[in-house]
């Protein structure tokens, strides 16, 4: 393959609606392209971007997947986005990469979830957007009957509808054309040349032909008011629309080129994926009019430590990926009873100084990291975007965020999961290396010396966490291994133990991620486990004074046992922990056994009095005791220890605590009611409403217990489009009724003490 430069690539996300034909549209293109020499179909695991064994399973996009199409001179990268909700975070990593989003739509269903959200998330990263009006073979309907003329009528909704969304910046730039057989081809708003293609002949191509005589008009009238809103920009355009009536092409390919670069014009253009009609012409498209890698501004990048800037920066600002992995964090290291997680720290002190880097070749490299696959062959493979730079095989470049050097070995570009050689890559290209040793997703790697670090692109955190189970020791050997490589490639996943409860814990986006996590786990790794709801990490404390002495005594020939201390409980406020104070003054208990009495507090505390759960939020006092001067000894205090604090906690009104997460939930503002009782319900305290675009967040405490499935329960109740996150705020004592149905259940059922 030849060398691109940036001005000759075209990087672009696929994204879209679940099941809206994005794969099916990236194989006509390959194939148009010449790519592939038949075009692959979902449904059998041929199309290029879903080679993934369960994703072809599941007949459905779950991870990016890479193809580029070699076409008149330029190289054009594209990004198979997943479009079920629960994956479509990738989407946005896609989106950190290109610059230009395809938003894929399937004519007959318009927009839906997806569609809008992805459309928000390009909002967000300023990124251009063209709207494919997609399978529009498939069109049915009083319209299409009646041919071309149905045909035009069904287009003009579909086209007011995205306007109705978007805004009138949304403006067609090609006409559908219809023959009584369907779909065939479409007429280019600028040039005003129809492109038609054979019917079942699907390689994509199509033939330049005379715009059918029944479109005349309504071409006409088309492409004078797309000329008008490209000109609506443009002082010295609008004067020679005025002036001459129109403007030559050359003036229009230009003028709309910068104004889809700009966001000034969202162009909706029509195609067939299955069918290929309208490959060729769309990728004639991406060629004149997406921006080129190198026309993207310069790029920021953090230069040491520090949390970086965005990719995107160029564009525009920053979008704003409020749900960061740091909220996850906290609930993932409190569940897991420590402070490590997958995060990594010290990025909060230092701000660093921002460095700029155009996407030039004469620039030091830097390659950003935006994705991770293991491939049983090949092993590890990194796909990166060349941010600046050249990348060339063979060189050796530093991972600025670890520090370790890596060697780009087997330099490649992606089609689908086949890697293509190449010698280099230019600024602004996608391409990827196999065998880095340490790097994983969101790390900048470049020369020495020139560091620039790119701040990897927020995603959300999960929102179900499931109890993992090996099913044999064999299989428990297996599991941290293989759940580390399934990490490497999906940032959404998470593995921890939970230190409580000693439970394996994995957390992803959903019941269905978490199923295919399980079928990876088998497939790949054979390793077979099962899931289970999560255990909730109570705890217990008390709510009243108490006193008791524990004394222990032993006396079984030669050397005896003795130990022997009052100690004092006292509640403390909520998230106080554990204090302990020694009271001894006149030598009741000699000096070096005080930590004994400590040591024997903590451990049985830690075992919990009521169900097995720590007790928590008090101060042990110990204030008397005697000893022996030859049979005390620790082990003797740390009895007695255990004795009193035993003793104690009965009279010290035991109780149940549990945590409580605070949720905020957002979702169109029509499910905001039916969420809100649903939260009621859930023995949830709404805190508040609010509003982000055109959807309403909710905020609200809910217990962990009561949120252990509610991914499924939000997507039942919004039909896929809410999302949620949630992070520990604290722990409260547990009602009643609700508590004793936890004790029962629980290792050691024990009476809890009354209000
Ligand atoms: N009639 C018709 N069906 C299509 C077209 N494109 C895709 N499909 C079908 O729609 C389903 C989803 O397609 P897919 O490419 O996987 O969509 P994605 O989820 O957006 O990637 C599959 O069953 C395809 O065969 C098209 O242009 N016309
Ligand atoms: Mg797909």
């Not at 000699?590 to 928590?616: C, D, F, I, N």
């Amino acid at each position: 393959m030849r060398n691109y430069p940036g001005s000759e690539i075209r990087n672009v996300a696929v994204t879209g609606h679940a099941r809206s034909g994005k794969t099916t549209l990236i194989a006509a293109l390959l194939q148009a392209a010449g790519m592939t020499t038949t075009q692959g179909r979902v449904a059998d695991g041929s199309a290029v971007t879903a080679y993934d064994e369960e994703e072809v399973a599941r007949g459905t996009t779950m991870q990016n997947a890479v193809a580029f199409a070699e076409w008149q001179g330029v190289k054009v990268n594209l990004i198979d986005t997943p479009g079920f909700h629960m994956f479509s975070h990738e989407a946005r990593t896609a989106m950190q990469v290109t610059e230009a989003a395809l938003i894929v739509v399937e004519a007959q269903a318009g927009v839906e979830a997806v569609t809008e959200r992805v459309w928000r998330w390009a909002e967000e990263f300023n990124l251009p957007r063209m709207v494919v009006l997609n399978q529009m073979d498939a069109m049915t309907g009083a319209g299409m009957a009646g041919g071309m003329a149905g045909g035009m009528e069904a287009t003009a909704a579909m086209v007011e509808e995205l306007r109705e969304r978007w805004g009138r910046n949304c403006v067609p730039v090609q006409l559908p054309v219809f023959d009584a057989g369907g779909f065939r081809g479409v007429v280019d708003l600028v040039t005003m040349q129809a492109f038609l293609y054979a019917e079942g002949d699907g390689s994509g191509r199509g033939k330049i032909a005379e715009i059918p005589q029944e479109l005349a008009q309504q071409a006409r009238a088309a492409h004078e008011a797309l000329v008008e809103l490209v000109a609506e920009g443009r002082d010295e355009l609008l004067e020679e629309f005025f002036e001459v009536g129109t403007i030559p092409e050359q003036h229009l390919i230009t003028a709309l080129h910068e104004a889809i670069r700009e966001d000034r014009i969202f162009p909706v253009l029509f195609a067939s994926g299955r069918g290929a009609v309208g490959a060729d012409h769309l990728l004639d498209f991406l060629k004149v009019y997406a921006p080129t890698a190198a026309e993207r501004g310069a790029s920021a990048g953090s230069a040491m430590n520090g949390a970086g800037t965005a990719l995107e920066a160029g564009y525009g600002t920053n979008g704003h990926g409020s749900n960061g992995d740091a909220r996850q964090e906290s609930v993932a290291s409190e569940l897991a009873g420590n402070g490590g997680g997958n995060g990594e720290a010290g990025h909060a002190t230092t701000r660093a100084g921002v460095v700029m880097r155009a996407v030039d070749d004469s620039e030091p490299l830097a390659l950003y990291v935006y994705k991770t696959l293991h491939d049983p062959f090949a092993g590890r493979i990194s796909f990166f975007k060349v941010v600046s730079g050249v990348a060339r095989n063979e060189a050796t470049v530093e991972n600025y965020g670890r520090g370790g050097q890596e060697r780009l070995s087997h330099l490649s570009v992606m089609q689908g999961r086949r890697a293509v050689e190449v010698n280099e890559l230019h600024a602004g290209d996608l391409g990827a290396v196999a065998r880095l040793r340490e790097t994983l997703t969101g790390d900048t790697l470049g020369q020495r010396g020139a560091e620039m670090r790119v701040e990897p692109v927020q995603i959300p955190e999960p929102s179900m966490t499931y109890a993992i189970e090996p099913k044999t020791r064999a299989d428990e050997d297996k599991l941290a291994p293989a759940m580390h490589r399934l990490m490497e490639e999906d940032r959404m996943l998470r593995f921890f133990r939970d230190g409580q409860t000693q439970e394996f814990l994995v957390a992803g986006a959903g019941q269905p991620h978490i199923e295919t996590m399980v079928a990876r786990l088998k497939r790949r790794y054979h390793t077979e486990v099962t899931l289970k709801a999560p255990k909730v990490p109570y705890r217990e404390t008390i709510r009243a004074r108490a006193e008791a002495q524990g004394r222990h005594k032993k006396q079984s020939g030669g050397h005896g046992q003795f130990g022997d201390c009052r100690i004092r409980l006292e509640p403390l406020e909520r998230g106080a922990g554990f204090q302990f104070v020694s009271e001894i003054f006149g030598g009741s208990i000699p000096r070096q056994y005080v930590p004994a009495v400590e040591k024997g507090v903590v451990e049985t505390a830690l075992s919990g009095h009521l169900a097995g759960y720590p007790v928590v939020d008090f101060k042990a006092t110990v204030y008397d005791g005697s000893y022996h001067e030859v049979d005390s000894n620790e082990l003797s205090f740390r009895i007695a220890a255990r004795m009193a604090f035993r003793q104690a906690m009965e009279q010290a009104k035991p109780c149940l605590l549990e945590p409580v997460m605070r949720v905020e939930v957002e979702a169109p503002e029509q499910y905001a009611g039916a969420l809100m009782g649903d939260l009621n319900t859930r023995r949830g305290h709404v805190l508040g409403m609010s509003t982000r675009g055109r959807a309403a967040v909710i905020e609200a405490d809910v217990p962990m217990a009561e949120m252990l499935q509610y991914g499924a329960t939000l997507t039942a109740l919004t039909q896929g489009r809410g999302s949620f996150h949630m992070e520990l705020r604290g722990y409260e004592i547990v009602p009643g009724a609700v508590a004793e149905r936890v004790l029962a259940s629980a290792r050691r059922p024990a009476a809890v003490a009354e209000e």
